[in-house]
């Protein structure tokens, strides 16, 4: 029973470690890094660089959809919310 359990602890641990990125942005974030080493050229840059993340936004758009549709106001549609459970 232990042993099936650290086998795919082990299993789980060497795919995070050794499995390469997959996801695009990070991907070409890197390729650009690569090319602007190779080449000397430090204007090569990927797009995903330039793109500004303001976490308080970010967490405030999410939690205002989420609760829009937890909790909708009686007064107006579900036409605001796009969960499954309100697209009548």
Known sequence: MYISAFMGFLGFALVVVLYPETYA???LVSKAATLRRQTRNWGIHAKQVEVEVDFHELLT???ADHSACLFPSPSSSSSHCTCPSHMD
């Open 25 to 27: 942005p990070a991907v």
């Open 61 to 63: 758009n999410t939690s």
